[in-house]
């Protein structure tokens, strides 16, 4: 069965029908013995009365694109980032040498600056129905887009990770040790995965209220927390070099999110001005992230000069100095902690939705299997790794943030000037009979080579802990900037070329 909307779709009970491979035919890709088949119908049935979303990456057709609570691209991002991770990138700012004004401002301007690109990505989802990654295939073609889509689901598990060490390290905190980390990472990546399991109505019911315990709680860490904040270490002169580093952290934390955007707004009504959808997204994305990196610049800048929270740190790392911190409220605090370690579900949930999706796009075969078992897979991956993690937390999210900014920035390059030089922002051109059919999408080679070519002036511009490139000794890390500038500049004459001799 062939939709207007797609040109593999699933017929009523749940096969994926896919063109590619059938001539044209209708061809059913599905379980082939009658036990396999009788044990998907079950599922099927058990998953159609229940909360489900079974849809997966299938383009959203304009009649099931009727959500008007467009409210919720502020609560998304709001609830995504009103948590502790944006504490834990903060806490890395004074190891760069700044002070916590300078911290502040960078956070404020860079935040400002890298927020846009995945907020006005986001609005391109209720125009054009299509998740993220799949209105990538309409430049980096059906095939190669699965090379961003990898370096997408690293990115995402990795973050994943940071979440779920920094729930456990604040449960164990609780318990004062006598519950191990381990069991607390547990605990969040299972709590996570019945969210993300559900799915897009779930998950949006679920952030349109999560935020705001969280918020009473942040409140309360400030005021227990706020007599030390003016115990500040001392720091070295700003530089321009220290000042563009943390600006990497901070595009680190904010680019990243542009890979999934619109997997959030696809059900909205695509008669709602998108100006003022983006406004709701930029304040989402902007005010908590903003806020909280800058509290996580101040816990980080004073963690050395007040003895109760270097021990905390020594023993919990990030939950460790929340812990004392909170020290001051007694029994309240430890509730307040569990709370504070329960907002991470926000974020980790939304991130393996995001990553269900990916893996349906990975290799065009695998939309085959439910997107909610894609649940499962990566909390199986999630919970083993970030329990490893969790034995060196710091060295190992920064080696982690250290390339995630460079591919990103390359990315959202190449998305953008499709979208806005070739496409000329018409979102009729995201024609959903192309979407899965490799002989009507781009070749996809413009895109990769372009993005690939960039890091030729990217990895000089790399200042890292395990690499430095000769123009970063000089000046700073400016790779992120690299990689977007290049790979726009050369996607231009690569695609127009490429355009030219394919015809699409």
Known sequence: ????????????????????KSGGQEEVTGPKSGIAR???DILN???????????GVLPVPLEERTSTQYSSYFSIWACMNINLLPITFGMLGPTYGLRLRDCALVILFFGLLTAAIPVYLGTLGPKTGLRQMIQARYSFGRYLVSVPVILNLATLTGFCVITCVVGGQCLSAVRDGSMSEAVGIVIIGLLALLISFCGYDVLHQYERFAYIPALICFAIVAGCGGSHFKNQADAPPTTAKAVLSFGMIIASYMIPYAALASDFTTYLHPNFPSWRLFLYGYAGLVIPPVLLLTLGAAIGGAVSSVPEWAAGYEGHTVG????AV????????????????LTLLGN??????????????????????PRYLYSVVITAIVIPVSIRAATDFFLNLENFIAMIAYWSAAFVAVVIIEHV????????????????????LPLGVAALTSATLSFALV???????????????????????????????LYLPLRASEKRYTGR
């Not at 909170?326 to 370690?341: H, T």
């Not at 030089?421 to 009507?440: I, K, Q």
Request: glycine share 8%; proline share 6%; net charge positive.
């Open 320 to 323: 460790g100095v929340l812990g």
């Open 38 to 40: 009788r044990l998907r």
């Open 421 to 440: 030089v070739f496409r000329r922002g018409r979102y009729e051109t995201y024609d959903h009979d192309t979407w899965n059919c490799t002989s009507r």
């Open 348 to 369: 980790v949930s939304a991130t393996m939705y995001s990553i269900s999706l990916n893996f349906q796009i990975l290799i065009p075969q695998l939309v085959v299997v």
């Open 459 to 489: 990895i000089p511009c790399m200042n890292q802990m395990w690499y430095n490139g000769p123009i970063a000794v000089k000046t700073a890390d400016i790779g992120f900037e690299m990689a977007f500038v290049v790979t726009a500049i």
């Open 1 to 20: 069965m062939t939709s207007r909307y797609g040109e593999t779709t699933r017929s009523p009970a749940g096969e994926v029908k896919d063109p590619e």
């Open 326 to 341: 909170l020290a001051p409220a007694g029994r309240f605090g430890k509730f307040v902690l569990v709370i504070l370690s």
């Open 45 to 55: 049935k058990a998953v159609r009365t229940s909360p489900v979303e079974i849809r």
